[in-house]
């Protein structure tokens, strides 16, 4: 009994002593190289060298739970959370590590994550002065609608709708291929008109994410990941957040792009009367110099008669003036 005691005694010295280097040579001795760092409270070097273990033998279980429980006595239970999980992964029913995570789990329920304060605060103090300036930039398209340039972008787009009718009634995919030519070529297409649809594009987008992660911190859990709030770093929180700025900024651009198809004709007299309805409502508000110029576009199209004597038909006799100068 003496000399079993003795050659225990005489092993666990030998370990005590054990260099980093002679440590990381294989697993067993990388485990209780841990163990004897984590027992003596060198929590710091029990990191350091559980971090290099990690990478040279990964996805041991025994120096994941070490490395949780180093992090968990150094106060860093966000590292402690992730090891333990990933140590949980790989032996799901063993005692002491579902011990060592609900240790760290009821530790963790007083904590709130600073970056998730830190982002609460900041959408609390940003988020309504956000949504306002959506707002004024919403009044702001409004108001830019009866900007000469704007509003010549608008009859031109009308007036191409009117001459290509019977292309655009065949099917939706004539609907988007003529949308999507003339987005691109709209002349002056870094204009006034072109900056607000960007900005109003842009601004829809981050008002849906300020909205989004409201919810997501109330809930407690991000919706296009796995990992909890609480065990997020700075840098996965904040690319989470990107991450989802670029997806609703997609789905806005989808979505807008959806309604600007829908909103085309079934019938081609309708894209005529569209047209017809814009020269009297110009006519009739007194926009001469607007009147003229969306003539002036119409005249120089090749479908310049065939579109003025459609638009006969829908003119009242009191509109003889506008069909003179038409």
């Not at 000469?148 to 609907?175: Q, V």
């Not at 997501?216 to 929180?237: A, L, Q, Y």
């Not at 009297?280 to 090749?302: F, G, M, P, R, Y």
Request: some cysteine.
């Amino acid at each position: 009994m003496r000399i079993f005691f003795i050659i225990t005694l005489l092993i666990t010295f030998s370990f005590s002593k054990m260099s980093p280097t002679e440590a990381i040579s294989s697993e067993n001795r990388s485990i209780v190289y841990l163990d004897k760092r984590i027992k003596f409270g060198e929590y710091k070097k029990a990191i350091e060298f559980g971090e290099k273990a990690n990478k040279r033998f990964p996805n041991n279980p025994n120096i994941l739970g070490h490395l949780a429980n180093a992090y968990y006595n150094d106060n860093k239970l966000v590292l402690a959370e992730q090891y333990a999980i990933l140590a949980l992964e790989e032996k799901p029913n063993d005692d002491l590590l579902l011990g060592l995570r609900n240790k760290i789990a009821e530790k963790l329920k007083g904590v709130e994550n600073e970056v998730i304060s830190g982002l609460k605060e900041y959408l609390s103090d940003k988020g309504l002065d956000f949504l306002m300036i959506f707002l004024a930039f919403l009044g702001g398209t409004i108001v830019s609608n009866r900007y000469d340039e704007c509003y010549n972008t608008k009859i031109l787009y009308t007036i191409k709708k009117a001459i290509n009718k019977d292309e655009l009634c065949k099917s939706y995919m004539k609907r988007a291929i003529f949308l999507l030519k003339n987005s691109c070529n709209i002349k002056n297409i870094f204009s006034f008109c072109l900056f607000f649809e960007i900005i109003m594009t842009l601004i829809v987008s981050s008002s849906i994410l300020i909205i989004f992660l409201f919810a997501e911190i109330n809930i407690g859990s991000p919706f296009f990941t796995h990992k909890e709030f609480v065990i997020m770093t700075d840098d996965v929180m904040w690319r989470h957040a990107f991450i989802s700025w670029i997806f609703f900024t997609v789905l806005t651009i989808a979505f807008r792009f959806f309604i600007a198809i829908k909103n085309f004709h079934d019938d081609p007299n309708d894209y005529v009367a569209d047209l017809a309805q814009n020269f009297q409502d110009l006519h009739e508000s007194h926009s001469h110099v607007k009147l003229k110029s969306a003539i002036t576009i119409l005249k120089a199209s090749n479908d310049y008669e065939d579109i003025k004597n459609e638009l006969s038909k829908y003119f009242k006799s009191s509109d003889e003036d506008l069909l003179k100068i038409i």
